[in-house]
């Protein structure tokens, strides 16, 4: 098992990508930290990675304070006896147009979405530098960082921001064995796809499930994504077979954005 003896840090990780992560990297031989701002998903989470056999620990923290995500590293670290890998995968969505979006809203996503991973790299690499180990750093882009998305614009420019994010943290953290790259998924039924389809409704006028069936409708492998697609990725990202990989954001979207 590639991850076997591993730590590793999973944000989100109540409900959907980021519970998917969670499981696959657990399969793989890792120990697994769940963290979220809401306890209920990762307690359960927790209970199917022991079912697995191996040891889980949880904790709750908004990833938008840059405090919680520092306390939920040392809780790792106590809890699971080390520290390898982070997944910076906690993030939310925003349909807006660029003409209506208040500042409210703007800074209420860049938090979390840009800071919540700014943080994230943050503590995991003072963290290993701490342990004098190497380790992973793993951020949650998106399609939408790598195109931006009528009425996702500013969902898009963090998603872009976490982009610049990583290649900025590869070279500055390199030299100390740490290396940082992104998954970009592309449209995956998760709630939060639920959220955005229902929210473009709302806006356009288009009927409930419109928005969702014509972007899965562009994706040539010709269905929607599901979060077990995407944590196959993340497991080699987070495993050995990336060792030489740094600074990269790919996209994993089944055929949508090509680059
Ligand atoms: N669903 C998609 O199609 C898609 C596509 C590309 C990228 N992504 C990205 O993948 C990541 C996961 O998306 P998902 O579809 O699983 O979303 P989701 O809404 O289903 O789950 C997100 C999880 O993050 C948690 N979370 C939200 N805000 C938080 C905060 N401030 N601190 C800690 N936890 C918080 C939520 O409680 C939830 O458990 C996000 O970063 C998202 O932008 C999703």
Redesign the pocket.
Known sequence: MSLTNKVVLV?????????AIALRLAKDGADVAL????PE?IQAVAEEIRALGRKATTFV????KQDQVFAAVDHTERELGGFDIIVN?????QVASLLEVTPQEVERIQA??VH?VLWGIQAAAKKLKALKKPGKIIN?????GHDGFALLGV?SST?FAVRALTQAAAKELASDGITVNAY??????????V?IDQRMADITGAPVGATYKKYVEGIALGRA?T?ED?AGFVSYLAGPDADYMTGQSPLIDGGLVYR
């Open positions: 944000t989100g990780a109540g409900q959907g990508i980021g519970k963290v979220d701002v809401k998903g923290a908004d990833v938008s995968n906690a993030g939310i969505s979390i979405n919540g949650a882009s998106s399609i939408a969902y998603k970009c998924p592309g449209v995956v039924g998760t709630d939060m796809w959220d994504q979060p995407v």
